[in-house]
């Protein structure tokens, strides 16, 4: 899997939109990147997960830069319960069905 | 409610003794995870099952580890002479072949 790097934590306003970055410089062509998000005290949640080209779902967007060595993931109106760590994972399609890397991951704050 | 369960929720044990932890997929699910997270980082795979075999395990998976899915549906994960390095939260997740994984709200490990 490509190593991601992301914050380790952002603020966001209530209704704003969060814009969470990762970088994944290293990705290969065969790797998608996959988001989970962790709410406190609960395991974790599949959000999104593209190749290349940009996906939205009821839950976020994912930004893929055309170099795809970095992403995006977009909440347009972020509530006070998407205060969660949001991970980012590069990995092969064939591998996220066996195992998921997950890193240290972005702790969201969405205040009111 | 249909999603991944697991129980106990929480267990508290002694430096030595042996606990036993359960986790029901999603039924229509043939693929099943072990993770391990400790406090402030992000979950670690232990092992994965594809209905009853077990087809990966990690390093992390020391002898004294041990799961099992014997008729490819619910699952266990017991630990012998638990140590204090055990304490950690024990997740499960559940995926239908390679789609995206469901987890469990998670067993927490306090180890005496």
């Known amino acids: 899997d490509a190593k991601t790097t992301q914050p380790p934590s952002m603020d966001c306003a209530e209704g704003r939109a969060a814009n969470l970055p990762c970088n994944h410089s290293t990705i290969s062509g065969n790797e998608y990147v996959y988001w989970y998000r962790q709410i406190h005290s609960q395991g974790p949640q599949y959000i999104i997960h593209g190749l290349k080209n940009n996906e939205t779902n009821e839950m976020a967007s994912l930004i893929i830069t055309e170099d795809r060595k970095s992403s995006t993931l977009i909440l347009p109106h972020a509530t006070l319960r998407d205060t969660a760590v949001y991970y980012c994972?590069?990995?092969?399609?064939?591998?996220?069905?066996?195992?998921?890397?997950f890193g240290g991951g972005t702790r969201l704050m969405v205040k009111p | 409610d249909t999603g991944v369960s697991q129980d106990p929720r929480h267990k508290i044990t002694k430096r030595g003794q042996n606990v036993t932890f359960r986790c029901d997929p999603i039924?229509?699910?043939?693929?099943l995870y072990w993770y391990r997270q400790t406090l402030g980082q992000g979950p670690e795979f232990l092992t994965y099952f594809q209905n009853e075999a077990q087809l990966e395990k990690s390093r992390l998976l020391s002898d004294r580890f041990s799961a099992e899915r014997p008729k490819g549906s619910f699952s266990t994960l017991e630990i012998q002479r638990t140590e204090q390095g055990d304490s950690a939260m024990y997740l499960c997740?559940?995926?239908?072949?390679?789609?995206?994984?469901?987890f469990g709200p998670g067993t927490r490990l306090t180890v005496l």
């Open positions: 997740a559940s995926s239908e072949g390679r789609n995206e994984q469901f």
């Open positions: 039924s229509e699910h043939n693929r």
């Open positions: 994972i590069a990995t092969p399609l064939w591998n996220a069905g066996n195992m998921l890397t």
